[in-house]
C-alpha cells in the first residue's frame, strides 16, 4: 500500500490558494457527463451532493434514514467553530490551527488542518445566506460561545441544535438540487460493499431496507460521507443506527484504515444507568461555559449535593488547568473524571459520575438566560433522569462519542483506492488522537461544501472518464457475496441476539480499550474477540427473511463488521506504544496522569492494510513532518 498524502508543496499558508490555483477543472458543459454517488446525507454527505450536484454533476445519494433530513448529525448540540474573531478576543486561522494541532495532540497532518482552519470562516458565510438561524447578539452580530481547548470564543449555535440547524440547511440545498434532477436519493437504502473495476472505485452494491432487493450503482466516483464508528462499543452518544460498514467493507476491498484505536470519549454525558442501556446521551460541551464541574473533596460522601459546603467541594478541573478550568479539552477533562471517581470521589449511585453545577452561573445571569443558552439540554437531562438541573448539579460522566480514527485520506480526501473519497467523521483526517469540540461540524462541512468540489474535478481531469455497466462481472461477484453473507447470518439459527452479542463486545472495548489502556488488557480484549466472534458465527439467531424489511437483520450484519473492526481497534491501540490524545496507555504517562507522548518513534499515522480472511493485517505509516507547529507537551495548566 502507498501512502502518498499529496500535500502541496509551498508556505503552509498558501497551499490551499496555490492548489485550486494549479488544480485540474472539469468545464461547465462536460460536468454533467460524469456521475458521482455519494453514500450518507449528513452534514458532510449533504453538502458534498448538494455542491456538486449545483455544480452540475449527476448526483447519485444513498442515506440509511427514511429521510435524508435525519442523518445523525441532526444530533449534534453545541456548535460549530469558525476563525471569524467577532468577540474580538484574538482569534485567527493562525490561532485555530494551532489549537486543532495541539488539541489533537500533534497526530494530525498540518496542511489538512492549515486549510481546515481556513475555509471555516466561508461555511458559516455560507450557512447564514442558507438561513441557518445562528443565536445573535444584541447587536446583531452571529454570538459566539466558547469549547474546550481554546481561550477564545469561536464557537458558533443556534442554541443546543446546532447540527439540527446546519443540516435543515444543507437539506434545503440537496432538496433544491433534487428538485432540479440533478441529485437523486435514495433513502432506506443500505451500502453493503464497494465495487472495483480495474482498481478503481466505480459503484456500490445496496440493501433496499424495505423490499431486501440487493441492487448495484455504478459512478465515475463513489464519496463516502458515513459518519464514525463508535457504535462498536455498544454504549455510546452516536445515533443507534450509525455503524461502521460503508468504511469496514471499503477497507476490505482496499482501503487503508488510519488510526482505528483514536477514539473520543466525551465528558459530559449522562452516566450509564443499568446493564439493559441501549445508548447514552451527551450533555453538550457548551455547558462547561457556566457550569462548574466538581466532587466532594471526601471518599465516599454521600450527602446531597446541596449539602457539601463549598469549601468541601474539589472543583477539580479549576484548581488543576487554571487557564483552562472547566473549559479544558475533552481527552483531559475525561480522564480527570476518572481519576477523581478512581479514588472513590464519584457521585451518583453508580460512583460513576461527577457534578455539572449551574448554581453560581444562575446566580450571575439569572435563570432565564440559562434557559435561553442551554433550555432544550436541561429538558432533555430532566426527562431522561427525572431531576431538574435548574435546582441541582447535573450529574456527568465520560462515554464514547466520537472516532477520530477512519478510512485514510490524502490531501485530495481520496483513500487508497482510486476514485474512493471520504468525507466528515469516516475519514481520519483533521483531529489527530482527539477531536476539539465543536470542529467536527465545521469538518463536515468544510469537506462537502469546499475542498471536495475541486478535488473530485482535479481527479476527473486526470483520469479516464469511465462508468461500467452494473452487469459487470464485478458487480455480480459483490452482489452474490453481500447476499451470501446475509444467507448466513440468516442461516444460523442459534440462541443469542445481535444485541446480546453487540453489547458483550461493547462492554468488552470499553473496558479495555476505552479511557485506560494497557499492554496486558489489549491482549486480553483481542483473545476475547476472537471468542466471541466465534461464538457469534455458531449461535447467533436473526428473525424473519432476507427479501423484507428485517432490522434485526440489518443489526446483525453491522455487528458482523464489528466483531473484525473490535479487533483492529485494540491491535492498533496495542502497537501505538504512546499515550496521546484519547489513546491511554496506562503505562505512560506524566508524574500527574497527563499523556506521554512519544514524537521520536510514533509521529506518524498508523494505517492498516486488510490482508484477507484469517490472515494478519499490515501496518503501515505516514510519518508526520510539522514545518510550522513545534512539538511540545501539552499543557492545559
Ligand atoms: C450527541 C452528539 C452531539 C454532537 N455535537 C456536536 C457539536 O455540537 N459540534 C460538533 O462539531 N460536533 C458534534 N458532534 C459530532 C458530529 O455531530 C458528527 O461528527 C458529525 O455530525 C458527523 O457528520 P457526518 O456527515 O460525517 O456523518 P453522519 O451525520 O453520521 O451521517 C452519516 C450518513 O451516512 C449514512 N450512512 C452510513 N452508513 C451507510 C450505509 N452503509 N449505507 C447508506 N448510508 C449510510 C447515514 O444514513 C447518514 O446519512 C456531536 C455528536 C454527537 C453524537
Avoid at 173 to 200: F, I, P, W
Wanted: charged share 25%; aromatic share 10%; net charge positive.
Amino acid at each position: 500500500m502507498k501512502l502518498d498524502a499529496k500535500t502541496p508543496s509551498g508556505p503552509l499558508s498558501s497551499k490551499w490558494s496555490r492548489y485550486k490555483e494549479e488544480c485540474n477543472l472539469v468545464n461547465p458543459a462536460n460536468k454533467r457527463k460524469f456521475s458521482v454517488i455519494v453514500v450518507g446525507t449528513g452534514l458532510a454527505g449533504a453538502s458534498a451532493a448538494a455542491s456538486l450536484g449545483e455544480l452540475g454533476y449527476n448526483v447519485t445519494c444513498f442515506c440509511y434514514q427514511d429521510s435524508s433530513r435525519r442523518a445523525h448529525s441532526i444530533a449534534a448540540q453545541g456548535g460549530i467553530n469558525a476563525a471569524k474573531n467577532y468577540p474580538n478576543d484574538g482569534d485567527s486561522v493562525q490561532r485555530l490551527f494551532n489549537d486543532t494541532i495541539k488539541g489533537g495532540d500533534y497526530r494530525a497532518r498540518e496542511a489538512n488542518v492549515y486549510r481546515l482552519a481556513e475555509v471555516s470562516n466561508a461555511i458559516i458565510d455560507q450557512s447564514v445566506a442558507q438561513g441557518v438561524p445562528f443565536a445573535r447578539e444584541y447587536g446583531g452580530l452571529l454570538a459566539n460561545r466558547s469549547f474546550g481547548g481554546a481561550q477564545v470564543s469561536r464557537t458558533f449555535y443556534a442554541r443546543g441544535q446546532t447540527g439540527q440547524q446546519l443540516l435543515i440547511g444543507a437539506y434545503q440545498a440537496l432538496s433544491r438540487q433534487v428538485a432540479k434532477g440533478k441529485v437523486k436519493v435514495h433513502a432506506r437504502t443500505e451500502m453493503l460493499d464497494l465495487v472495483l473495476v480495474n482498481g478503481e472505485a466505480k459503484g456500490i452494491v445496496v440493501r433496499d431496507m424495505v423490499s431486501g432487493k440487493i441492487s448495484s450503482h455504478a459512478a465515475d466516483a463513489v464519496v463516502l460521507a458515513t459518519g464514525g464508528y463508535g457504535n462498536a462499543f455498544y454504549l455510546s452518544t452516536m445515533a443507534r443506527g450509525c455503524n461502521a460498514m460503508a468504511i469496514w467493507r471499503s477497507h476490505k476491498r482496499g482501503a487503508g484504515f488510519a488510526n482505528p484505536c483514536y477514539t473520543q470519549i466525551h465528558p459530559t454525558c449522562i452516566p450509564v444507568s443499568g446493564e439493559y442501556q441501549s445508548k447514552l446521551t451527551l450533555m453538550s460541551e457548551s455547558l462547561r461555559n457556566d457550569g462548574r464541574v466538581w466532587v466532594p473533596k471526601a471518599k465516599g460522601d454521600k450527602r446531597a449535593p446541596g449539602q457539601i459546603p463549598e469549601s468541601e467541594r474539589d472543583y477539580y478541573l479549576e484548581t488543576r488547568y487554571p487557564s483552562f478550568g472547566n473549559l479544558a479539552p475533552r481527552d483531559v477533562t475525561s480522564r480527570a473524571a476518572k481519576l477523581v471517581c478512581d479514588e472513590g470521589r464519584g457521585v451518583g449511585p453508580s460512583g460513576l459520575g461527577v457534578y455539572l453545577d449551574f448554581e453560581e452561573s444562575i446566580g450571575r445571569l439569572g435563570r432565564k438566560t440559562i434557559e435561553e443558552r442551554y433550555g432544550n439540554l436541561f429538558e432533555m437531562y430532566e426527562r431522561i433522569t427525572g431531576e431538574d438541573a435548574y435546582e441541582a448539579p447535573m450529574r456527568i460522566f465520560p462515554a464514547i462519542h466520537y472516532t477520530m480514527g477512519g478510512l485514510w485520506v490524502d490531501y485530495n480526501l481520496m483513500s487508497t483506492i482510486p476514485g474512493l473519497f471520504v468525507l466528515g467523521e469516516a475519514n481520519f483526517s483533521d483531529h489527530g488522537a482527539n477531536r476539539l469540540g465543536a470542529s467536527a461540524l465545521m469538518q463536515g462541512l468544510a469537506d462537502g461544501y469546499f475542498v471536495l468540489p475541486y478535488t473530485i474535478a482535479n481527479y476527473f481531469g486526470s483520469s479516464r472518464k469511465f462508468v461500467p455497466g452494473t452487469d459487470a462481472a464485478e458487480f455480480k461477484a459483490a452482489e452474490q457475496a453481500v447476499s451470501e453473507h446475509l444467507k448466513r447470518l440468516l442461516s444460523i439459527q442459534g440462541s443469542r441476539t445481535p444485541t446480546s452479542f453487540h453489547r458483550e463486545l461493547g462492554k468488552l472495548l470499553w473496558e479495555n480499550c476505552g479511557m485506560a489502556r494497557s499492554e496486558q488488557s489489549l491482549k486480553t480484549a483481542i483473545k476475547k474477540i476472537a471468542v466471541i466472534r466465534e461464538e457469534f458465527w455458531k449461535n447467533l439467531k436473526v428473525t424473519g427473511g432476507a427479501g423484507e424489511l428485517n432490522q434485526t437483520l440489518e443489526h446483525a450484519n453491522r455487528v458482523s463488521d464489528y466483531m473484525e473492526l473490535a479487533e483492529l481497534i485494540c491491535q492498533d491501540a496495542l502497537e501505538r506504544k504512546e499515550s496521546c490524545g484519547g489513546h491511554f496507555r496506562v503505562e505512560y504517562q506524566t508524574e500527574d496522569h497527563e499523556a506521554k507522548r512519544d514524537d521520536e518513534n510514533f509521529s506518524h499515522v498508523a494505517v492498516w492494510e486488510y490482508k484477507g480472511k484469517d490472515k494478519a493485517p499490515v501496518r503501515h505509516i505516514e510519518p508526520l513532518q510539522y514545518e510550522v507547529v513545534t512539538m511540545s507537551q501539552r499543557s492545559y495548566k
